[in-house]
Structures are given as structure tokens and as C-alpha cells.
């Protein structure tokens, strides 16, 4: 049972349209990320939110906007998305990002298509 | 460079064999080391954290080569369970935001009857 909880677990969306991704964590911590993964690709790192803070913008592209209400919830609003941007998007959560001996916790993550 | 190299495999090994996974990192500043697994179309999950004098969890044995700057998975008495992409995974300083978890491309293993 996974302490973080994404959704939708599938998306298919147009170009044009605008939808957002959910994330929830129910573990404490106060760091939150947002992660692509493509097929035959590492993760690739997104954003990184720090108590609520931003602290990492991995040169996403601005159809991806990311928003962190709060220390267990994080958000990430799509518009105009392109066929590339097909995807599974993982969510995850450390305790905070000083980094020493945490790992982060994932969630099952968000397959998105792009049409 | 890549921060995190692993070979990608496939591994195909029978049941009850013994593998090994490899790993090197680039970065010498990085603090802590981790092996996730991946299953197909699911998300990583914590397997072990890999400390300096080496661990070990039931049938899986972490070991990590600070001077070398490699780390390594041994899984013993392989179950069909064990089919999966084994992740490795290093957390070491970043620029901008202390610190960020690079992980490699990982090693798929498949395990047959």
C-alpha cells in the first residue's frame, strides 16, 4: 500500500486541452517531486518542492506548471501538451531534500497520452 | 558522462541461480546509494539502501565501492518474483536544490521456470 497517492492513473488527452495531475502523500515528509518517465529512458527529474518552496525547475517547458498548496499535496497542470510529452509521470516524496540516507517514496504514477 | 551507468541487460537466468547487477556513479561527493525495483508499467519501490561496509536482506546483498565509485546488487536463489528492472540509484549534490536522487537507465532481470 503506497503511501502516495496519484490521479488519474491514465490521462489521454488532445493538444489543445488542459488537465491536471494529483498528487497526495500521507507520510509526513516535506519534500515532493515530479518525475517523466519515457519508455527506454531514465527518470527524468522535473520539479522539486521543499516545504511548499520551489527549489528545482529541471528546464521543464512551461506547459507543465507545477503547484504545491501544501506539504502533502502537489499538483501538476498541463496545457497544450505535445505528442513527445506521452509519458508516465511519477510523484514522490522524501522527508526533506538534504538527502542523506532518503530515499523517496513513489507513487503509482500518472500514464498520460497525448493524441 | 552519465551521473549513474548501469548495464541494461536483460539478464535471463534460470530459478535459482545467482546474479549480479553493476553500477557506476560519476559524481565522488554523493552520499547515499539505493537499489529500487521497477515493475513493468508500475512504479519503483525501495529494494535496499546500500551502506558503506555493505548489507545485506534476506536473498539480496548490497555492496558499494566508494573509491571505485561503483555499487553492486547480488540476488541469491532468484525467484520468478524477482523478474523485474532493478534500479540504481545515487543521491549526490545538485546546484540547485541541495540534493537530487539520479537514477540509472536500470538492469532488467528476467527469472524462468
Known amino acids: 500500500e503506497t503511501g502516495v497517492t496519484q490521479t488519474p492513473r491514465h490521462l489521454v488527452m488532445g493538444m489543445t486541452n488542459k488537465k491536471s495531475l494529483k498528487c497526495e502523500q500521507h507520510?509526513?515528509?516535506?519534500?515532493m517531486y515530479w518525475y517523466k518517465q519515457s519508455a527506454k529512458k531514465p527518470l527524468e527529474l522535473m520539479f522539486v518542492y521543499n516545504f511548499k518552496e520551489q527549489t528545482e525547475n529541471n528546464s521543464v517547458p512551461s506547459r507543465f506548471s507545477p503547484e504545491c498548496p501544501n506539504s502533502s499535496h502537489l499538483f501538476l497542470h498541463l496545457h497544450t501538451l505535445q505528442p513527445e510529452d506521452s509519458a508516465l509521470y511519477l510523484c514522490?516524496?522524501?522527508?526533506?531534500?538534504?538527502?542523506?540516507?532518503?530515499?523517496?517514496?513513489f507513487g503509482d504514477g500518472t500514464r498520460l497520452s497525448i493524441l | 558522462r552519465k551521473e549513474v551507468e548501469q548495464d541494461p541487460g536483460p539478464f535471463n537466468v534460470p530459478e535459482g541461480a545467482t546474479v549480479a547487477f553493476n553500477c557506476t556513479y560519476s559524481?565522488?561527493?554523493?552520499?547515499?546509494f539505493f537499489w529500487y525495483r521497477q515493475d513493468c508499467r508500475k512504479e519503483p519501490k525501495l529494494l535496499m539502501s546500500?551502506?558503506?561496509s555493505g548489507n545485506e536482506d534476506g536473498r539480496f546483498t548490497a555492496q558499494l565501492n566508494r573509491a571505485s565509485q561503483y555499487i553492486s546488487l547480488l540476488i541469491r536463489d532468484s525467484k520468478l518474483s524477482d523478474s523485474a528492472t532493478y534500479l540504481c540509484v545515487v543521491n549526490g549534490p545538485n546546484s540547485n536544490s541541495g540534493y537530487a536522487l539520479n537514477f540509472g537507465k536500470g538492469t532488467s532481470l528476467l527469472v524462468t521456470p
Open positions: 559524481n565522488s561527493a554523493s552520499q547515499s
Open positions: 514522490a516524496s522524501s522527508q526533506d531534500t538534504s538527502g542523506f540516507k532518503q530515499p523517496q517514496h
Open positions: 546500500v551502506y558503506s
Open positions: 507520510l509526513g515528509h516535506n519534500a
